[in-house]
């Protein structure tokens, strides 16, 4: 299957900064991209969507200027969690896919605010 | 009510056993039909990728998909304990964003 790298893996982070998480696709085109939050022994949620080049589409409940998401080239999506606080610690993961294909998700990236 | 419906179990098997699992929705809409299988505290992974109704099968999984009952399924034959992992079905429209299951947990004892 197709190859999505995220990073950092995992991330500890003081209260009150701004932490970035990249979301690359190695060997296709991401044509969209989506950013999940995870807690827990719970299902994902689907924070935002992001096609290459276009603002990005949060769900609803998700702070579009807490949650920055930029999808500035066809293999490179970005989430910067600003002003982090403890309650954004999460699992947050991507996923890619290229065109109608499935979707292939990066390995996850654990956020923890201190 | 949810839109996807996941038996969160969890469920566990002794090695070789077929682990049926299973998922039921609501969303007419719904075409693309997955099944991903997620260890801990890594990202989901791939299992099964199948569009509207019928089966599918790759090595020891099968995916079904009934699309008049709104029931989805992924059968593991001779399971091993590799196995062990919690399996998340996920479904989309043709605009693309996906609805995943609140996930299965399996353990597959030796």
């Known amino acids: 299957g197709a190859v999505v790298s995220q990073h950092p893996s995992w991330v500890i982070c003081k209260s009150g900064t701004s932490v970035k998480i990249e979301c690359r696709s190695l060997?296709?085109?991401?044509?969209?991209m989506f950013w999940y939050r995870q807690f827990p022994k719970q299902s994902l949620m689907l924070m935002a969507t992001?096609?290459?080049?276009?603002?990005?589409?949060?769900e609803q409940g998700v702070e579009k200027d807490k949650f920055l998401i930029n999808h500035a080239s066809l293999t490179l999506s970005t989430l910067t969690v600003t002003s982090a606080h403890p309650e954004d610690s999460s699992f947050y993961i991507c996923?890619?896919?290229?065109?109608?294909?499935?979707?292939?998700f990066g390995q996850g990236t654990r956020l923890t605010v201190v | 009510q949810k839109e996807v419906e996941q038996d969160p179990g969890p469920l566990s098997v002794p090695e070789g056993a077929i682990v049926s699992l299973n998922c039921t929705y609501s969303?007419?809409?719904?075409?693309?039909f997955m099944w991903y299988r997620q260890y801990s505290r890594k990202g989901p992974e791939l299992l099964m990728y199948?569009?509207?109704?019928g089966n599918k099968e790759d090595g020891r999984f099968t995916a079904q998909v009934d699309k008049s009952s709104k029931y989805i399924s992924l059968f593991i034959r001779d399971s091993q304990p590799s196995d062990s992992a919690t399996y998340l079905c996920a479904m989309s429209s043709n605009a693309g964003k996906s609805t995943f299951g609140d996930g299965t947990t399996l353990t597959v004892k030796p």
């Open positions: 060997d296709f085109q991401a044509t969209t």
């Open positions: 996923s890619a896919r290229e065109g109608d294909s499935e979707a292939f």
């Open positions: 992001s096609n290459e080049g276009s603002k990005a589409t949060y």
């Open positions: 199948t569009y509207s109704s």
């Open positions: 969303n007419s809409a719904f075409q693309y």
